[in-house]
């Protein structure tokens, strides 16, 4: 199947890091792509990555790929009241080339 | 500039209307998406357009019915909606539906109830 899994709920405190987790199933994916839906807008791509890194850094973002687990992890560091929102994983599937969304995570910052 | 601007922001429409979605990017992208997003669910796709003409229709009924005009505008015609239908209606688009670094921009969504 094509079930792209995600923790439905985390909360921290501001300033804290975060990690998001997601676990994909297709090990033909080639890109791999965190987004970030505020309430009531579209979705935000943050980054990506392809299948043959292990890492890739973007400023506070940091995206961990173990490709043997298929697991894909997003760290937010020193998180803010504004990084608040629902974030979305997707593979971009090998053989039907369709982004396959994970099913969301909502990330909730405390103050 | 990444942007895709979709209008309008928030269409409400009876069972027996028409109304229309609207589209647009001017990034040069050739490959054009249209998805549905229910609440608190991962958007779903419904339609690709490359290069101006149809790839991919996901078994969505014929009361949506999209359109290619050129290569910057898509639009999604809908008619005879059912109350389920209400949700966020999203556009995306990429370089190309199967170029090696495809990434998807999406725009802002039209959220629709149908009443």
């Known amino acids: 199947g094509e079930d792209v899994e995600q923790s439905l709920f985390l909360s921290v405190r501001e300033g804290d890091s975060s990690v998001i987790n997601c676990t994909y199933t297709?090990?033909?994916?080639?890109?791999l792509y965190w987004y970030k839906q505020e309430p009531g807008a579209g979705l935000q791509l943050l980054t990506y990555i392809f299948s043959n890194m292990d890492m890739k850094q973007d400023q506070r973002l940091t995206v961990l790929l173990n490709k043997k687990d298929k697991h894909l992890s997003l760290r937010i560091a020193d998180t803010q009241t504004g990084d608040s929102a629902i974030y979305f994983c997707a593979e971009r599937g090998g053989a039907t080339n369709k982004l396959i969304f994970g099913t969301g995570t909502l990330l909730a910052v405390q103050p | 500039d990444t942007e895709v601007t979709q209008t309008p922001k928030h269409l409400v429409m009876g069972m027996t209307n028409k109304k229309s979605l609207k589209c647009e990017q001017h990034?040069?992208?050739?490959?054009m998406y249209w998805y549905k997003q229910k609440a608190k669910k991962p958007p779903e796709l419904m339609f690709v357009y490359s290069y101006e003409k149809l790839s991919i229709n996901e078994s969505v009924p014929s009361r949506f019915s999209p359109e290619c005009p050129n290569s910057s505008l898509l639009n999604l015609h809908l008619h005879a909606l059912q109350p389920e239908d209400s949700a966020l209606y999203l556009c995306?688009?990429?370089?190309?539906?199967?170029?090696?670094?495809?990434?998807?921009?999406f725009g802002p969504g039209t959220r629709l109830l149908v009443l």
């Open positions: 297709d090990s033909s994916s080639t890109y």
């Open positions: 995306a688009s990429s370089q190309g539906q199967y170029s090696f670094q495809e990434t998807q921009y």
């Open positions: 990034m040069g992208h050739r490959a």
